[in-house]
């Protein structure tokens, strides 16, 4: 979709008779039916009078092809401004064009990441040609035009207030300054765009690549769809076994067999070490080499990184960043756009979207309205916080109500903790989950021990650490104070034992980061993750009296989100609030102990609490 498409003279034309951006708003009104807010007015305002005095220049071709808000595939994000025609040679060029109000910004460490004013505060996004940029990799990536018709697609990034000051433009960001070139402000500034576009476009088109782009094919590209292909191609971890390749085979004819008339949706049952994610991440591949438009979501941003971090080197990351999608971004998702969602950690999803929980209706309908088909992995005992509303009944309403035909499936071979079921079961009947036959656990199967002190614990990790895949974790009982302090302890036991929180700067690839042995992990950094060794510091928030597990939220910090709201809850449904906040934390600390494949070495902060788990141990029996 396109809000406005003209020619350079048209549109010149249209800047000198109106205001320019009265001209687009009737345009976007017309094209998408919505309403557009003051900010993004001004922006049209301001911006496109600096576009129109770049393009007075006779230099550049009167019937090049332009564009205004171009709808981005596989997205809801627009191309600002895009110009096309031919070079020198005849091959036809679209150059993308990103344009910003920014005068002052400031650098971050972070990859692709700068600060600036945005909403009345300084924030952190992504640098003007890194966004750009990879804007013409979807387009590259996702729209069969680019290939089919021979499209070059040229990014580059202009920021007509902001003067050159090192900053914005500075050694840190030339990976994409490179790819995309950033103009500033200044008459040296405007000579070099204007250089940069009559580079490209030399002959105009009349609107010819413009139109090929819009109405391109929307699916994988080829060499896309082939490099994710043989992504997978030598790494044994992601080899299926047993259940999970009958289930994958069931998931994939399901996928290939669902349309606007028959929709599906599939319910895949699995507890932890099942496969889940690794089932999820080989069905977005095949499907992807199949020429199905898909995508992996997931409430946990944690899962969604690291496998990110795994293609670095295969695919260019603002391609492969596109497979990948938080489960919030649906809100305004046509119906039907996707093939196929693949939708793990579906335990984890929310009602509300938005960073205050106020937008859209319901992250599972809105999942199940976007796609033919919509694939749903889950594990209700895995439910972290009071907002975690995934559940295999609000899936199967949700799908009846489209009309979509439901399967369901269940994934029961254990991949993980050396393939004990065994100990999970042992786990749901120690932390009072529900009872089982296990009372006792048999450590020769499954290595599990408990620590007198955190930091005999946290050093018998740390001798655990080959390869990087062991980890300590702790329940949310701790101020992050180190997020503000740098220097400050967080996770502070008595007089000897002293760590901070996952480092700010690892963000959500805690759990693979090179030195975050030396820190400790909550559960939002490697839900649906895995090391060979875990060690968990079970802290206040769970204790043991007289053979009964309690849970206190009370002792959780009071910036621990899984449970906000609590209090009000108890209020109006008090019986309801200590129900699920006692699942919740029991939960967490289910989920904490089951991300070691080979052991998990427990820390509690009560004594009375280690004594109980030390009393069903087998070996400790007689002792």
């Known amino acids: 979709m396109i809000v406005y498409a003209a020619t350079k003279q048209q549109f010149l034309k249209d800047s000198d008779n109106d205001d320019i951006e009265e001209v687009i708003l009737r345009h976007f009104k017309e094209a998408t039916g919505k309403k557009v ?79 600036t004013a945005l909403g009345g505060g300084l924030v952190e996004t992504i640098h003007p040609s890194y966004q750009v940029w990879s804007y013409a990799a979807l387009l590259e990536g996702f729209n069969d035009a680019v290939y089919d018709k021979s499209i070059e697609i040229r990014p580059c990034a202009y920021l007509h207030n902001y003067v050159s000051d090192g900053v914005i433009n500075s ?11 950033l103009f500033l402000k200044g008459p040296d500034e405007l000579t070099k765009l204007r250089s940069f576009l009559k580079k490209y476009i030399v002959h105009g088109d009349n609107k010819e690549v413009l139109y090929e782009l819009s109405y391109g094919k929307i699916r994988p590209s080829k060499a896309l769809a082939e490099a994710l292909k043989g992504l997978m191609k030598g790494k044994p971890e ?5 259940d999970q390749k009958t289930t994958f085979e069931s998931a994939l004819a399901a996928a290939s067999a669902a349309s606007e008339e028959a929709p599906k949706v599939l319910i895949i049952e699995g507890g932890p070490g099942t496969g889940k994610t690794v089932l999820a991440i080989n069905l977005l591949v095949k499907l992807t080499g199949l020429g199905l438009l898909s995508k992996y979501v997931s409430k946990n941003a944690a899962p969604r990184k690291v496998y990110e971090s795994k293609l670095v080197g295969t695919v260019k990351r603002s391609h492969f960043s596109n497979f990948f999608s938080g489960s919030g971004a649906f809100i305004d998702t046509e119906r039907n756009t996707f093939d196929t969602l693949v939708v793990d950690e579906a335990h984890r999803l929310n009602e509300k979207s938005g960073l205050y929980g106020n937008l859209g209706e319901n992250q599972i309908k809105e999942l199940i309205e976007s796609a033919k088909c919509a694939i749903f992995f889950i594990d209700e005992d895995q439910r ?9 009944k609000a899936i199967r309403t949700f799908a009846k109500a489209k009309g979509a035909t439901v399967e369901e499936y269940t994934l029961s071979s254990q991949f993980r903790c050396s393939g004990s079921d065994g100990y999970l079961a042992w786990l749901d009947d120690v932390l009072d989950v529900r009872a089982t036959a296990n009372p006792l656990l048999d450590t020769s199967k499954y290595e599990f021990k408990v620590f007198d002190t955190p930091q005999a614990m946290h050093a018998a990790i740390e001798q655990k ?27 502070v036991i008595g007089d000897s034992y002293a760590r901070q929180w996952n480092l700010d700067q690892d963000g959500s690839l805690w759990i693979i980061a090179e030195n975050s042995i030396e820190q400790v992990g909550c559960v939002h950094t490697c839900q649906g ?20 597990v309690l849970t206190v939220p009370l002792e959780r910090d009071k910036h621990d989100k899984s449970i906000r709201g ?9 019986e309801l609030a200590r129900r699920e906040t006692d699942l919740i934390i029991k939960n967490t600390y289910r989920t904490l102990m089951t991300r070691g494949m080979k052991g998990c070495y427990l820390h509690c902060t009560d004594q009375e609490t280690a004594q109980y788990f030390r009393s069903r141990l087998a070996e400790y029996i007689g002792k």
């Open 465 to 491: 650490n080959h390869d990087n895949k062991a980890r300590v974790v702790a329940g949310y009982c701790w101020p992050w104070l180190s997020k503000k302090e740098s220097k400050a302890p967080d996770i």
């Open 171 to 181: 050694a840190h960001y030339d990976a994409y300054t490179s790819k995309a070139p």
């Open 37 to 115: 807010g003051a900010s993004e007015i001004r922006s049209w305002q301001g911006s496109l009078s600096y576009m129109a005095k770049v393009l007075r220049d006779d230099g550049l071709p009167n019937d090049a092809g332009l564009a205004i808000e171009l709808h981005i595939p596989q997205s809801s994000k627009r191309i600002d401004f895009l110009l096309t025609g031919r070079c020198e040679n005849q091959v036809k060029n679209a150059v993308l064009i990103e344009l910003k109000q920014w005068s002052k910004a400031t650098a971050t460490t972070k990859d692709a990441i700068i600060k």
């Open 384 to 392: 972290v916080t009071l907002n975690d509303i995934g559940s295999k």
């Open 566 to 574: 609590w209090k009000k809850l108890m209020k109006e449904q008090p």
């Open 529 to 548: 993750l895995e090391v060979d060794y875990i060690g968990v510091i079970i802290g206040p928030d769970l204790i043991v009296r007289n053979g009964h």
């Open 238 to 242: 992601f080899v299926l076994i047993d």
